[in-house]
């Protein structure tokens, strides 16, 4: 039987065959690989862990909080602070960055994270994950929320964790993505695809449709062409998922291909999208590129938006290269 390789062995292997991961930062991953497993942990145990429903809270963006988007947070923050590895951390849940405390040492990574995607998902029992970025953190004495904002492409390492009926972690460092499966017995992430692909074209779209009355025309334009099917502009029938886990729809795709749309609508105009370019749409993008797909806001690739503001919305359209492709062209067209 061929030997397993754990998330620990592949990082070590990596570090010393091509340096492409330098020592803290395989420190950070693994840490960030541990916490997940702990939140894994949390949301198996579901009721009998008194882990679900709603807190009594809000965060930044007017989002109630569920119990476990708050205990999600507080393991990721609890595990990184004390390694060394970091200088600060940003999250969907807080409203500033989180300093590393001064009684640990400073390191030179930058981490943000979404600790838990498809928080409407908890309670019903459907897949949801934890999405995290890595930055490095610029020259100069001091860390401020402005060392944060980088463009996407700015990222040394980027994943996902989703649990669902499987826990599968999922990154990059920028040399491809690998998949690894947690392995309840041993405790441990072990690798179970390297270099995945997402197929060019596809026949399967994820879209919130009882948006479609506000969206934009290009967007409705290439969803109309789906919904025509074999007797339409695009001659074959499609189909349709919405998980309503960014992590769950995005882990479809990088299995099978697909495009993911949460775009712009005139619900409110002056709301870039619903999803955060920071602890969504950059880590994921990555991902999505590294991958072989494509990701864009319509207009501009993901990858290469400047961030003005740590929570910082934006229109998020990616996946399969070729319709990400076709619906830029509708924008251009537009
Ligand atoms: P979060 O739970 O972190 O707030 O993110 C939820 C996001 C994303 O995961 C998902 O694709 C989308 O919101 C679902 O939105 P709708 O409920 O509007 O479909
Ligand atoms: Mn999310
Ligand atoms: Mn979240």
Sequence with gaps: ?????????YLVEKQRDNNTIPSHL??????VARACKSISQAVNKGALGGVLGAAETENIQGEVQKKLDIIANEVLIEANEWGGHLA???SEEMEGIYLVPNRYPQGEYLLLFDP?????NIDVNVSIGTIFSVLVKPEGAGVSEQDFLQAGCKQVAAGYCVYGPQTT???????????FTLDREQG?????????QIPADTKEFAINMSNMRHWAPPVKRYVDECLQGKE????KDFNMRWIASMVADVHRILTRGGIFMYPWDKREPEKPGKLRLMYEANPMSWIIEQAGGAATNGKTRILDIEPSKLHE?????LGSKNEVDRVTRYHAEA
């Design 26 to 31: 395989r420190l950070l991953l693994e840490v």
């Design 188 to 196: 441990s992430f072990v690798l179970t695809q390297e270099n995945v």
């Design 1 to 9: 039987m061929a030997q397993k390789i754990s998330l620990t062995r």
């Design 116 to 120: 838990l995607d498809g928080s409407s």
């Design 88 to 90: 600060a951390m940003a």
């Design 232 to 235: 339409g502009e695009r001659g």
């Design 313 to 317: 919305r934006v229109s998020v359209i």
């Design 169 to 179: 972690l999922v990154l990059t460092v920028g040399d491809g993505v690998s998949m």
